[in-house]
Protein backbone atom coordinates (compact mmCIF):
# COMPACT_ATOMS: atom_id res chain seq x y z
CA UNK A 1 0.00 0.00 0.00
CA UNK A 2 0.99 3.56 -1.00
CA UNK A 3 0.78 5.82 1.86
CA UNK A 4 2.10 9.69 2.09
CA UNK A 5 2.62 11.10 5.97
CA UNK A 6 3.17 14.68 6.91
CA UNK A 7 5.54 14.98 9.86
CA UNK A 8 5.19 17.99 12.32
CA UNK A 9 8.12 17.52 14.25
CA UNK A 10 7.63 21.06 15.85
CA UNK A 11 9.94 22.08 18.85
CA UNK A 12 11.95 20.61 22.01
CA UNK A 13 11.59 16.87 21.86
CA UNK A 14 9.48 16.98 19.31
CA UNK A 15 12.19 16.32 16.22
CA UNK A 16 13.37 13.67 18.61
CA UNK A 17 10.62 11.78 19.01
CA UNK A 18 9.14 12.35 15.39
CA UNK A 19 12.77 10.76 14.28
CA UNK A 20 12.20 7.96 16.57
CA UNK A 21 8.29 7.20 14.80
CA UNK A 22 9.33 7.71 10.81
CA UNK A 23 12.22 5.30 11.57
CA UNK A 24 9.50 2.54 12.76
CA UNK A 25 6.84 3.45 10.12
CA UNK A 26 10.16 2.55 7.78
CA UNK A 27 10.45 -0.56 9.50
CA UNK A 28 7.15 -1.61 9.21
CA UNK A 29 7.52 -0.35 5.49
CA UNK A 30 10.00 -2.22 4.75
CA UNK A 31 8.24 -6.02 6.36
CA UNK A 32 4.89 -5.25 5.11
CA UNK A 33 6.04 -4.10 1.20
CA UNK A 34 4.22 -1.05 2.01
CA UNK A 35 5.69 2.58 0.19
CA UNK A 36 5.32 5.03 2.82
CA UNK A 37 6.61 8.70 1.29
CA UNK A 38 7.01 11.36 3.87
CA UNK A 39 7.20 15.26 4.20
CA UNK A 40 7.91 17.66 6.88
CA UNK A 41 6.50 21.00 7.70
CA UNK A 42 7.03 23.33 10.00
CA UNK A 43 4.45 23.97 12.98
CA UNK A 44 4.81 25.88 16.55
CA UNK A 45 7.78 27.85 17.59
CA UNK A 46 10.00 26.22 14.47
CA UNK A 47 7.34 27.81 12.44
CA UNK A 48 7.08 30.80 14.09
CA UNK A 49 10.95 30.96 13.30
CA UNK A 50 11.25 29.98 10.29
CA UNK A 51 8.14 31.58 8.51
CA UNK A 52 6.28 34.01 11.36
CA UNK A 53 3.20 32.19 12.21
CA UNK A 54 2.71 28.82 14.72
CA UNK A 55 0.67 27.47 11.41
CA UNK A 56 1.68 28.42 8.35
CA UNK A 57 -0.68 27.83 5.16
CA UNK A 58 1.30 25.57 2.99
CA UNK A 59 1.41 23.15 6.66
CA UNK A 60 -2.01 23.36 6.42
CA UNK A 61 -2.42 22.65 2.62
CA UNK A 62 0.11 19.49 2.84
CA UNK A 63 -1.71 18.20 6.03
CA UNK A 64 -5.37 18.59 4.27
CA UNK A 65 -3.67 16.42 1.08
CA UNK A 66 -1.56 13.89 3.61
CA UNK A 67 -3.37 10.43 4.24
CA UNK A 68 -2.14 10.85 7.89
CA UNK A 69 -0.55 13.72 9.45
CA UNK A 70 2.03 13.03 12.58
CA UNK A 71 3.13 15.61 15.08
CA UNK A 72 5.81 15.43 17.93
CA UNK A 73 5.27 18.87 19.94
CA UNK A 74 5.34 22.40 20.28
CA UNK A 75 6.47 25.26 22.65
CA UNK A 76 8.49 26.21 24.85
CA UNK A 77 10.13 28.96 26.82
CA UNK A 78 11.67 30.78 23.65
CA UNK A 79 8.07 32.05 23.16
CA UNK A 80 6.08 31.82 25.78
CA UNK A 81 5.86 35.85 25.89
CA UNK A 82 4.50 36.30 22.59
CA UNK A 83 0.47 36.99 22.66
CA UNK A 84 -1.63 34.05 22.49
CA UNK A 85 -2.69 34.38 18.90
CA UNK A 86 0.61 34.17 17.86
CA UNK A 87 2.12 31.46 20.75
CA UNK A 88 3.43 27.83 19.46
CA UNK A 89 0.38 26.10 20.96
CA UNK A 90 -2.19 28.35 18.80
CA UNK A 91 -0.38 26.34 15.70
CA UNK A 92 -1.90 22.90 17.21
CA UNK A 93 -4.96 24.21 18.10
CA UNK A 94 -5.34 25.65 14.69
CA UNK A 95 -4.46 22.46 13.23
CA UNK A 96 -6.92 20.04 14.91
CA UNK A 97 -9.31 22.71 14.46
CA UNK A 98 -8.86 23.01 10.46
CA UNK A 99 -9.02 19.23 9.75
CA UNK A 100 -12.43 19.24 12.25
CA UNK A 101 -10.68 16.80 14.41
CA UNK A 102 -13.12 16.53 17.31
CA UNK A 103 -12.08 13.30 18.88
CA UNK A 104 -9.20 12.63 20.84
CA UNK A 105 -8.58 9.20 21.72
CA UNK A 106 -5.75 8.94 24.01
CA UNK A 107 -5.55 4.92 25.56
CA UNK A 108 -4.02 4.07 29.00
CA UNK A 109 -2.71 0.69 29.98
CA UNK A 110 -0.72 -0.28 32.68
CA UNK A 111 1.89 -2.57 31.53
CA UNK A 112 2.61 -5.09 33.78
CA UNK A 113 7.16 -4.80 33.33
CA UNK A 114 6.10 -0.89 34.28
CA UNK A 115 3.58 -1.34 37.19
CA UNK A 116 6.93 -1.01 39.38
CA UNK A 117 7.45 2.68 37.94
CA UNK A 118 4.59 4.26 38.76
CA UNK A 119 4.64 6.13 42.40
CA UNK A 120 1.26 4.81 42.81
CA UNK A 121 1.21 1.27 44.00
CA UNK A 122 1.86 -1.68 41.87
CA UNK A 123 -1.68 -3.48 43.12
CA UNK A 124 -3.71 -0.13 42.46
CA UNK A 125 -2.18 0.22 38.59
CA UNK A 126 -2.58 -3.39 38.21
CA UNK A 127 -5.07 -4.46 35.19
CA UNK A 128 -5.45 -0.47 33.72
CA UNK A 129 -6.56 -0.60 30.68
CA UNK A 130 -8.64 2.74 30.03
CA UNK A 131 -9.56 5.44 26.55
CA UNK A 132 -9.83 8.83 27.69
CA UNK A 133 -11.85 10.02 24.60
CA UNK A 134 -11.44 13.71 24.76
CA UNK A 135 -13.02 16.13 23.04
CA UNK A 136 -11.13 18.37 21.08
CA UNK A 137 -12.03 21.07 18.60
CA UNK A 138 -14.59 23.07 21.05
CA UNK A 139 -15.08 23.76 25.29
CA UNK A 140 -12.37 26.70 26.71
CA UNK A 141 -10.14 26.11 24.20
CA UNK A 142 -11.89 27.86 21.55
CA UNK A 143 -14.30 30.09 22.81
CA UNK A 144 -15.52 33.32 21.88
CA UNK A 145 -14.54 36.36 22.15
CA UNK A 146 -11.12 35.41 20.72
CA UNK A 147 -9.78 38.50 21.87
CA UNK A 148 -9.86 37.67 25.70
CA UNK A 149 -8.12 40.63 27.54
CA UNK A 150 -9.80 43.97 27.79
CA UNK A 151 -7.91 47.16 29.12
CA UNK A 152 -6.05 45.22 30.92
CA UNK A 153 -8.37 44.46 33.91
CA UNK A 154 -10.43 41.97 32.41
CA UNK A 155 -10.00 38.79 31.03
CA UNK A 156 -12.59 35.96 29.94
CA UNK A 157 -12.41 32.31 28.32
CA UNK A 158 -15.62 31.15 26.87
CA UNK A 159 -16.43 27.34 27.45
CA UNK A 160 -19.04 27.34 24.83
CA UNK A 161 -20.57 23.84 22.96
CA UNK A 162 -22.55 23.08 20.18
CA UNK A 163 -25.53 20.29 21.10
CA UNK A 164 -24.29 18.87 17.89
CA UNK A 165 -20.27 18.84 19.01
CA UNK A 166 -21.68 17.21 21.78
CA UNK A 167 -23.51 14.73 20.46
CA UNK A 168 -20.89 13.67 18.12
CA UNK A 169 -17.79 13.65 20.68
CA UNK A 170 -20.88 11.53 23.04
CA UNK A 171 -21.56 9.06 20.29
CA UNK A 172 -17.72 8.50 19.69
CA UNK A 173 -17.21 7.35 23.52
CA UNK A 174 -20.14 5.15 23.10
CA UNK A 175 -18.71 3.10 19.94
CA UNK A 176 -15.33 3.44 21.30
CA UNK A 177 -16.84 1.17 24.74
CA UNK A 178 -18.49 -0.56 22.28
CA UNK A 179 -15.46 -2.26 21.06
CA UNK A 180 -14.19 -2.81 24.20
CA UNK A 181 -15.63 -3.49 27.73
CA UNK A 182 -18.57 -1.60 27.06
CA UNK A 183 -18.58 0.70 29.98
CA UNK A 184 -18.53 4.54 29.33
CA UNK A 185 -18.20 6.97 32.19
CA UNK A 186 -18.83 10.53 31.48
CA UNK A 187 -16.91 13.05 33.05
CA UNK A 188 -18.54 16.91 33.73
CA UNK A 189 -18.98 19.46 36.95
CA UNK A 190 -22.87 19.35 35.89
CA UNK A 191 -23.28 20.37 39.85
CA UNK A 192 -21.63 23.74 38.22
CA UNK A 193 -21.46 23.97 34.85
CA UNK A 194 -24.72 24.23 32.07
CA UNK A 195 -22.52 22.88 29.55
CA UNK A 196 -21.81 20.17 31.87
CA UNK A 197 -25.80 19.49 32.31
CA UNK A 198 -26.10 19.83 28.20
CA UNK A 199 -23.12 17.13 28.28
CA UNK A 200 -25.60 14.70 30.79
CA UNK A 201 -28.84 15.46 28.87
CA UNK A 202 -27.07 14.23 25.69
CA UNK A 203 -25.40 10.83 27.12
CA UNK A 204 -29.14 10.33 28.49
CA UNK A 205 -30.66 10.60 24.87
CA UNK A 206 -27.60 8.56 23.50
CA UNK A 207 -27.72 6.08 25.79
CA UNK A 208 -30.94 4.58 24.22
CA UNK A 209 -28.81 3.41 21.13
CA UNK A 210 -26.60 1.72 23.07
CA UNK A 211 -28.16 -0.84 25.11
CA UNK A 212 -25.16 -2.82 25.22
CA UNK A 213 -22.90 -0.68 26.54
CA UNK A 214 -23.16 0.52 30.69
CA UNK A 215 -22.88 4.20 31.53
CA UNK A 216 -21.99 6.07 34.63
CA UNK A 217 -21.79 9.73 35.22
CA UNK A 218 -19.13 11.35 37.21
CA UNK A 219 -17.93 14.77 38.49
CA UNK A 220 -14.88 15.56 37.29
CA UNK A 221 -13.01 16.49 40.67
CA UNK A 222 -13.85 12.96 42.09
CA UNK A 223 -12.75 11.48 38.83
CA UNK A 224 -9.95 12.66 39.42
CA UNK A 225 -9.56 10.93 42.55
CA UNK A 226 -10.44 7.90 41.30
CA UNK A 227 -8.41 7.47 38.53
CA UNK A 228 -5.22 6.82 40.93
CA UNK A 229 -7.23 4.81 43.17
CA UNK A 230 -9.75 2.60 41.27
CA UNK A 231 -8.07 2.97 37.90
CA UNK A 232 -8.99 -0.40 36.85
CA UNK A 233 -12.50 0.43 37.22
CA UNK A 234 -12.99 2.42 34.14
CA UNK A 235 -13.47 1.39 30.75
CA UNK A 236 -13.83 4.85 28.31
CA UNK A 237 -14.18 8.07 29.55
CA UNK A 238 -15.94 10.52 27.36
CA UNK A 239 -15.53 14.08 28.39
CA UNK A 240 -14.81 17.98 26.97
CA UNK A 241 -11.67 19.92 26.18
CA UNK A 242 -9.82 21.26 29.52
CA UNK A 243 -11.07 18.04 31.63
CA UNK A 244 -9.54 15.41 28.91
CA UNK A 245 -6.28 17.45 28.78
CA UNK A 246 -6.26 17.39 32.28
CA UNK A 247 -7.28 13.64 33.06
CA UNK A 248 -5.20 12.60 30.49
CA UNK A 249 -1.64 13.96 32.10
CA UNK A 250 -2.91 12.57 35.23
CA UNK A 251 -3.68 9.22 34.04
CA UNK A 252 -0.03 8.90 32.50
CA UNK A 253 0.80 8.31 36.13
CA UNK A 254 -0.40 4.45 35.84
CA UNK A 255 2.04 4.12 32.97
CA UNK A 256 4.81 5.24 34.83
CA UNK A 257 5.34 8.29 32.64
CA UNK A 258 3.66 11.02 29.94
CA UNK A 259 6.39 9.61 27.55
CA UNK A 260 4.48 6.10 27.28
CA UNK A 261 0.79 8.06 26.32
CA UNK A 262 0.28 7.93 22.42
CA UNK A 263 -3.36 9.47 20.67
CA UNK A 264 -5.31 10.06 17.55
CA UNK A 265 -6.49 12.98 16.80
CA UNK A 266 -9.72 11.82 14.73
CA UNK A 267 -12.90 12.77 12.68
CA UNK A 268 -15.45 10.17 11.07
CA UNK A 269 -14.11 10.42 8.03
CA UNK A 270 -10.95 12.67 6.45
CA UNK A 271 -7.45 12.45 7.20
CA UNK A 272 -6.22 11.85 11.21
CA UNK A 273 -3.52 13.52 13.33
CA UNK A 274 -1.28 10.85 15.60
CA UNK A 275 0.23 13.15 18.52
CA UNK A 276 1.94 12.00 21.73
CA UNK A 277 0.52 13.23 25.07
CA UNK A 278 3.42 14.75 26.46
CA UNK A 279 4.87 18.45 25.57
CA UNK A 280 8.15 19.53 24.00
CA UNK A 281 10.06 18.99 27.90
CA UNK A 282 11.98 21.95 27.13
CA UNK A 283 14.18 20.89 30.54
CA UNK A 284 15.76 17.33 28.77
CA UNK A 285 15.19 18.35 24.82
CA UNK A 286 17.99 18.12 22.91
CA UNK A 287 19.77 15.48 25.17
CA UNK A 288 18.42 12.38 23.64
CA UNK A 289 16.86 11.38 26.63
CA UNK A 290 13.17 11.75 25.39
CA UNK A 291 10.93 8.27 26.02
CA UNK A 292 9.66 7.57 22.02
CA UNK A 293 7.57 4.94 22.90
CA UNK A 294 4.38 7.51 22.87
CA UNK A 295 5.10 8.80 19.81
CA UNK A 296 5.84 4.96 17.99
CA UNK A 297 3.02 3.88 19.52
CA UNK A 298 1.02 6.95 18.07
CA UNK A 299 2.63 4.93 14.72
CA UNK A 300 0.74 2.26 15.96
CA UNK A 301 -2.58 4.19 16.07
CA UNK A 302 -1.95 5.83 12.73
CA UNK A 303 -1.61 2.50 11.35
CA UNK A 304 -4.77 0.99 13.08
CA UNK A 305 -7.04 3.91 12.13
CA UNK A 306 -5.93 5.78 9.19
CA UNK A 307 -4.68 2.89 7.29
CA UNK A 308 -6.61 -0.14 8.33
CA UNK A 309 -3.47 -1.88 8.85
CA UNK A 310 -4.12 -3.86 12.29
CA UNK A 311 -1.60 -6.72 11.86
CA UNK A 312 1.49 -3.90 11.10
CA UNK A 313 0.27 -1.81 13.94
CA UNK A 314 -0.28 -5.32 16.40
CA UNK A 315 3.66 -6.02 15.37
CA UNK A 316 4.76 -2.56 16.47
CA UNK A 317 2.62 -2.54 19.84
CA UNK A 318 4.01 -6.08 20.82
CA UNK A 319 7.47 -5.13 20.08
CA UNK A 320 6.94 -2.16 22.70
CA UNK A 321 6.01 -4.72 25.10
CA UNK A 322 8.81 -7.06 24.23
CA UNK A 323 11.15 -4.25 24.60
CA UNK A 324 9.70 -3.27 28.04
CA UNK A 325 9.76 -6.71 28.82
CA UNK A 326 13.62 -6.73 28.49
CA UNK A 327 13.64 -3.77 30.57
CA UNK A 328 14.69 -1.03 28.39
CA UNK A 329 14.08 2.16 29.03
CA UNK A 330 14.65 5.90 28.92
CA UNK A 331 15.68 7.90 32.10
CA UNK A 332 11.84 8.75 33.09
CA UNK A 333 11.34 5.49 34.12
CA UNK A 334 12.57 3.77 36.94
CA UNK A 335 12.46 -0.36 36.28
CA UNK A 336 14.20 -2.21 38.99
CA UNK A 337 17.43 -4.06 37.40
CA UNK A 338 16.58 -2.30 34.41
CA UNK A 339 18.53 -1.57 31.35
CA UNK A 340 18.67 2.62 30.90
CA UNK A 341 19.55 3.86 27.29
CA UNK A 342 19.11 7.18 25.37
CA UNK A 343 15.77 7.77 23.89
CA UNK A 344 17.47 6.72 19.82
CA UNK A 345 18.71 3.05 21.67
CA UNK A 346 15.50 2.63 23.10
CA UNK A 347 13.98 3.30 19.19
CA UNK A 348 16.70 0.99 18.18
CA UNK A 349 15.63 -1.41 20.44
CA UNK A 350 12.10 -1.50 19.02
CA UNK A 351 12.96 -1.71 15.72
CA UNK A 352 15.19 -4.30 15.84
CA UNK A 353 12.79 -6.44 18.11
CA UNK A 354 10.72 -5.63 14.89
CA UNK A 355 12.60 -6.95 12.75
CA UNK A 356 13.51 -10.47 14.72
CA UNK A 357 9.46 -11.36 15.04
CA UNK A 358 8.35 -13.62 12.39
CA UNK A 359 4.99 -12.03 11.63
CA UNK A 360 5.10 -10.78 8.46
CA UNK A 361 6.88 -13.62 7.00
P1 LIG B 1 5.69 18.38 28.98
O1 LIG B 1 4.77 17.30 28.64
O2 LIG B 1 6.52 18.93 27.89
O3 LIG B 1 6.67 17.91 30.14
C1 LIG B 1 6.22 17.55 31.45
C2 LIG B 1 7.27 16.67 32.13
O4 LIG B 1 7.27 15.38 31.51
C3 LIG B 1 8.69 17.21 31.99
O5 LIG B 1 9.40 16.92 33.15
C4 LIG B 1 9.25 16.40 30.82
O6 LIG B 1 10.64 16.24 30.85
C5 LIG B 1 8.54 15.08 30.98
N1 LIG B 1 8.34 14.43 29.67
C6 LIG B 1 7.42 14.75 28.73
N2 LIG B 1 7.54 13.97 27.67
C7 LIG B 1 8.56 13.13 27.92
C8 LIG B 1 9.16 12.08 27.19
N3 LIG B 1 8.75 11.71 25.95
N4 LIG B 1 10.21 11.43 27.74
C9 LIG B 1 10.63 11.76 28.97
N5 LIG B 1 10.09 12.74 29.72
C10 LIG B 1 9.07 13.42 29.19
O7 LIG B 1 4.81 19.54 29.65
P2 LIG B 1 5.22 21.03 30.13
O8 LIG B 1 6.61 21.03 30.63
O9 LIG B 1 4.12 21.47 30.96
O10 LIG B 1 5.17 21.87 28.77
C11 LIG B 1 6.32 22.19 28.00
C12 LIG B 1 5.88 22.82 26.70
O11 LIG B 1 5.21 21.83 25.91
C13 LIG B 1 4.89 23.97 26.85
O12 LIG B 1 5.25 24.95 25.90
C14 LIG B 1 3.55 23.36 26.50
O13 LIG B 1 2.64 24.27 25.99
C15 LIG B 1 3.96 22.35 25.48
N6 LIG B 1 3.03 21.21 25.32
C16 LIG B 1 2.85 20.77 24.05
C17 LIG B 1 2.09 19.66 23.81
C18 LIG B 1 1.94 19.19 22.41
O14 LIG B 1 2.59 19.71 21.53
N7 LIG B 1 1.13 18.18 22.15
C19 LIG B 1 1.53 18.96 24.88
C20 LIG B 1 1.75 19.42 26.18
C21 LIG B 1 2.52 20.55 26.39
C1 LIG C 1 -2.11 18.38 24.72
C2 LIG C 1 -1.49 19.73 25.01
C3 LIG C 1 -2.21 20.81 24.23
C4 LIG C 1 -3.67 20.81 24.70
C5 LIG C 1 -1.63 22.22 24.33
C6 LIG C 1 -0.17 22.25 24.02
C7 LIG C 1 -2.36 23.18 23.45
O1 LIG C 1 -1.49 19.99 26.39
O2 LIG C 1 -2.15 17.99 23.54
O3 LIG C 1 -2.52 17.69 25.65
O4 LIG C 1 -3.97 21.34 25.78
O5 LIG C 1 -4.50 20.25 23.97
MN1 LIG D 1 -2.02 18.24 27.57
Partial sequence: MKKHI?????????????????????????RYQHTFTFESQDIGGAAIDQQGSPL?????????????????????????????HMRPEKGLLGIRKQLGLFANLRPVKAYQQLLHASPLKPEVVAGSDLLIVRELTGGLYFGEPSERRKNGKEVVD???????????????GFESARLRRKHLTSVDKANVLESSRMWRE???????????????????????????????????????????????????VLTGSLGMLPSASVRSDGVGLYEPVHGS??????????????????????????????????????????????????ADLQITNGVQVSGSELANKVIEQLSTSDAAE
Avoid at 11 to 28: N, Q, Y
Fill in 158 to 172: TLAYQKEEIERIVEK
Fill in 202 to 252: VVEEKKKDYPDVTVEHMLVDAAAMKLVTNPSAFDVIVTENMFGDILSDEAS
Fill in 281 to 330: APDIAGENKANPLAAILSTAMMLKHSFQMEEEAEEIEKAVADVLQARYHT
Fill in 6 to 30: VLLPGDGIGPEVTKAAKRVLEAVAE
Fill in 56 to 84: PENTVEACKKADAVFLGAVGGPKWDQLPG
